[in-house]
Structures are given as structure tokens and as C-alpha cells.
Nanobody
């Protein structure tokens, strides 16, 4: 069974940076698409970024230029580098994984990111 554990969230001032990590275990990491979603209070969960098993990344348009996703297959870890953070980036950030499906099947517990103005 796939397990995902996020880390790296916290409180940061506007304009600051954070790097989120997601440790993957239970299956062959390199065969999985990995993604990040976020959910702010009172809002629906939204796509942030994905790094697909075939070595292609995708970032939501409104985050391009500030967020970067990467993965280290040797460490079974995916990262989300977040720069120039804004108060509206405040949310719980979730790591997710999928293999051979259009649906994101596996989810971590989430990590809180709070950006103060």
C-alpha cells in the first residue's frame, strides 16, 4: 500500500519561501505520477503541480514563476519549492500519487502552510 508523508509546512511571512517534501513508500516510486494539491479554508481542493513518471512537470498557471516541483527517484521523494509566498497561498497542502489512472488514488495527511502579511 502506498504511503505518503508530507513535511516542511509552517508559518512564513509574505515574500518568503518554503520547501515541502513528500516521502513515498510501499511501491515503486518511479512508476507513479506525483502531485500537490492545496485546500484553503472554505474553498475546494485545487491542483498545484504534478511531476509525471515520464519526467515531465506541470504547474498550475497562476503559480508559474513562483512554485517549482521536482522529484528524486533515489530518495522516493517529491518536492514543492514555493517562493514569493502570498497570504492567499495559505492552505493545507496535500501530496498525492497515482499509477495507471487518471484519478489521484493516494493522499497524504496534509501539511499546513500559513503566510502572514
Amino acid at each position: 500500500q502506498v504511503q505518503l508523508v508530507e513535511s516542511g509546512g509552517g508559518l512564513v511571512q509574505a515574500g518568503g519561501s518554503l520547501r515541502l517534501s513528500c516521502a513515498f513508500s510501499g511501491r515503486t516510486f518511479a512508476r507513479y505520477d506525483m502531485g500537490w494539491f492545496r485546500q484553503a479554508p472554505g474553498k475546494e481542493r485545487e491542483f498545484v503541480a504534478a511531476f509525471y513518471w515520464y519526467d515531465t512537470a506541470d504547474i498550475a498557471d497562476f503559480m508559474k514563476g513562483r512554485f517549482t516541483i521536482s522529484r528524486d527517484n533515489a530518495k522516493n521523494t517529491v518536492y514543492l519549492q514555493m517562493n514569493s509566498l502570498k497570504p492567499e497561498d495559505t492552505a493545507v497542502y496535500y501530496c498525492t500519487a497515482r499509477a495507471g489512472s487518471s484519478n489521484w488514488n493516494y493522499w497524504g495527511q496534509g501539511t499546513q502552510v500559513t503566510v502572514s502579511s
